[in-house]
C-alpha cells in the first residue's frame, strides 16, 4: 500500500468488501442471537449499508454520509440489546467474511482489529 493508495484500494475496493459483508450476513441470517436483532425481513438493505459504511471508512466513496449522514454507530444500534454474546456471534460471522477474501496478513491484521473494536463498542448492555 503506498502513502497515496487507500486502504480501500489496496484491499481490493468495493468487491472486496462486499464479499466479507455477503459472507458475514450469509451467517446472520441464520443465527439465532443475532438475526432477531435485524428487524427488516430482507437483510439485502441493512447488508448495502454495511457495505457503504465499511467502503466510506477505509478511504472509498462517501456514499454511505450522502444518504445517511452521520454514521452515529453507538446511536443507530441503541434500540437493540447488544450484550456480550451478540458482540461474540458478530465478530464470528464477520471473521468468515475476512477468511472469505484471504487479505494479506496485514490488511487483515488492520481490518479484524477495527471491526473488534466497533463490536466492542456496540455492546449496551450486560443482560443474558
Known amino acids: 500500500m503506498s502513502e497515496e493508495q ?3 484500494d489496496a484491499i481490493g475496493g468495493y468487491p472486496t468488501i462486499a464479499k466479507v459483508v455477503d459472507r458475514f450476513y450469509e ?7 443475532l438475526r432477531p436483532l435485524y428487524p427488516e ?3 439485502g438493505p441493512a447488508a448495502e449499508r454495511l457495505t457503504m459504511f465499511l467502503a466510506q ?6 456514499t454511505y454520509s450522502q444518504r445517511r449522514g452521520h454514521p452515529r ?6 434500540p437493540f440489546k447488544v450484550n456480550p454474546e451478540a458482540r461474540d456471534h458478530w465478530l464470528r460471522h464477520f471473521r468468515a467474511g475476512l477468511d472469505e477474501v484471504n487479505l494479506p496478513p496485514e490488511q487483515d491484521a488492520q481490518f479484524w482489529s477495527y471491526v473488534t473494536h466497533a463490536a466492542q463498542f456496540m455492546v449496551n448492555s450486560f443482560d443474558e
Open 6 to 8: 487507500s486502504f480501500y
Open 57 to 62: 471508512y477505509w478511504g472509498g466513496p462517501t
Open 73 to 78: 454507530l453507538r446511536m443507530r444500534h441503541a
Open 41 to 43: 425481513e430482507d437483510l
Open 27 to 33: 451467517g446472520v441470517a441464520h443465527d439465532e442471537v
